[in-house]
């Protein structure tokens, strides 16, 4: 079994209220987003000419080809087993020091800096809700994938925004015109608004694109964690641009999501402006983060 431990045994169990206006919560805390990202364009710009560009629009190329319904099934049922390693939490995170997100336009550093960076700016400004700070150091863990030990699965299947499957994919996604090879793109039983779903089902009920954040989802819930709900919408859902960025896909969502909803955009700028050059010093971290770990009982 992957997790030998319940993932959360005595984080803090009170979710703090939020604004009701998902744009004033963007606004808490004292996070200062930046101008630019680390190659100085705009943040999630897909079209910007940088040195990344390329190998991110091959990387959404096969990625948009071959995540099928199909294949998300087989993916959920061979990964929901937790059958391939055991391993301490920072043994994993330090595992994910030889990758590099090819999705990711915004940075080219490996993936514990991400981690530490998100989880210490949200430390900052939410210093009182430890469950957030565990949410952003665990939030990618599911990249281990790539690994070996865990089938080295293609980047495709990995990283990168992630898409309702089982109906149709909407024009926001990220280069969407690569759909276009996608077997379900022609299928009449996956090409319509809705699919093989029914409005307001709930996104509990929806397939995702399969990767990194829907496998750390089925981790932390086949050993019942008890993470808030908040904490485990935003790590199944905070790769899911298409709906936090974009509005898409909101009739698929019930009233819980909906209310989850609202602390994955407080999450989400710490997630995706938080990257930069600026090296966190893990040392002098480490020691808070191992406490938290063993406060709330966790191993891979």
Known sequence: MLWSVPLVAAVTREVKSIP??????????????PDANSFGHTF??????????????????????????DFVKRMREQYGK?????????ECIELLNEFVDESDPDLDEPQIEHLL????AIRKDYPEEDWLHLTGLIHDLGKVLLHPSFGQLPQWAVVGDT??????????????????????????????????????????????????????YLVAKGNKTSLPLAGLFIIRYHSFYPL????????????????????????????????????????????????LIEKVCMSI
């Open 82 to 90: 937790l059958d391939r390693v055991e391993m301490s939490i920072w």
């Open 44 to 69: 999630r710009d897909y079209n910007a000419e940088s040195e990344r560009q390329k190998t991110v629009e091959e990387f959404y190329r096969m990625n948009h080809i071959h995540q099928t319904c």
């Open 117 to 120: 960076q998100t989880a210490e």
């Open 244 to 291: 936090h960025k974009h509005g898409a896909y909101q009739y698929l969502m019930n009233e819980e999501d909906k209310e989850n909803l609202k602390w994955l955009h407080v999450f989400n700028k710490y997630d995706l402006y938080s990257k930069s050059k600026v090296r966190i010093d893990v040392e002098k971290v480490k020691p808070y983060y191992l406490s």
């Open 20 to 33: 009701s206006d998902p744009k004033e919560s963007l606004m808490d805390g004292g996070f200062v987003v």
């Open 163 to 216: 898409f309702p499957v089982g109906c149709a994919f909407d024009e926001c996604n990220v280069h969407h015109k690569y759909f276009e090879e996608n077997p379900d793109h022609l299928d009449p039983k996956y090409n319509t608004k809705l699919g093989v779903y029914s409005e307001g089902c709930g996104l509990e009920n929806v397939l995702m694109s399969w990767g990194h954040d829907d496998y750390m």
